[in-house]
């Protein structure tokens, strides 16, 4: 298990529901992003976090999404009142560090659908 | 604007010729790029990928050009085989305050024919 892992795999809930997704980054990482990919199309950027920096969040498309990296390593992002243009499925990466250019590993996803 | 494009969005080759996925790029001082293959229901998967001090850089089976002048970018897979089967994404590391995204292309569905 050297990968990035997500989890759930699948979600499905109800409109107006909350979800948490869960990342868990390659052991000694220290960057963590996360991504939406809609059906058919490339990835749209959400957040970054990099060790103990403020996250850059410029990629959050409302104030209902929000992230969470505890402790430096797993990381959390939280739809509130989901919405059905928020179904996607959501890409966690991460990379040793930032800048310089480093590859990004990406997991397999949660892919989220809301009814 | 911010924008990574693909010139083809459908490439079917057959087994054993070699491919070629193209990607535009918008940005002069964009200054490292990625390729990546996706397969239906997985992530990502990292490829190869160049710095823009470089023209070229060779991987197995796959080559990766960049031509800054035109700002274009290409992915090589020599004697393609069907497992090369896949959407190819090319990514372009985010400049001036937003350097630690990558900015995604839509992609290029890649179908070899056996």
């Known amino acids: 298990g050297a990968g990035v892992s997500q989890s759930p795999s699948n979600k499905v809930t109800e409109k107006g529901k909350d979800v948490e997704l869960r990342c868990d980054p390659i052991?000694?990482?220290?960057?963590l992003y996360w991504y939406r990919q809609s059906l058919g199309q490339g990835l749209e950027f959400l957040i970054y976090?990099?060790?103990?920096?403020?996250?850059?969040k410029s990629g959050l498309p409302s104030d209902r999404f929000s992230a969470e990296r505890t402790g430096g390593s797993v990381s959390t992002l939280t739809i509130q009142r989901t919405q059905q243009e928020d179904s996607a499925v959501y890409l966690c990466?991460?990379?040793?560090?930032?800048?310089?250019?480093?590859?990004?590993?990406f997991g397999d996803g949660t892919r989220l659908s809301i009814l | 604007g911010e924008s990574v494009g693909l010139h083809l969005p459908t490439l079917s080759v057959q087994e054993g010729d070699n491919s070629i996925i193209n990607c535009a790029y918008s940005?002069?001082?964009?200054?490292?790029f990625i390729w990546y293959k996706q397969e239906s229901g997985k992530g990502p998967q990292f490829i190869i990928d160049?710095?823009?001090?470089?023209d070229k850089r060779q991987g197995q089976r796959v080559t990766v050009l960049l031509n800054k002048t035109v700002k274009h970018l290409s992915l090589q897979i020599a004697a393609t085989q069907p497992g090369d089967s896949a959407v190819y994404f090319c990514?372009?590391?985010?400049?001036?305050?937003?350097?630690?995204?990558?900015?995604f292309g839509t992609g290029t569905l890649l179908a070899v024919q056996p």
């Open positions: 990466a991460s990379s040793p560090r930032t800048g310089g250019g480093q590859p990004q590993h």
């Open positions: 052991s000694g990482h220290t960057a």
């Open positions: 976090f990099q060790g103990n920096s403020a996250p850059d």
């Open positions: 940005n002069s001082a964009s200054d490292y």
């Open positions: 160049i710095r823009s001090n470089m």
């Open positions: 990514a372009e590391k985010g400049y001036g305050g937003a350097t630690n995204k990558l900015i």
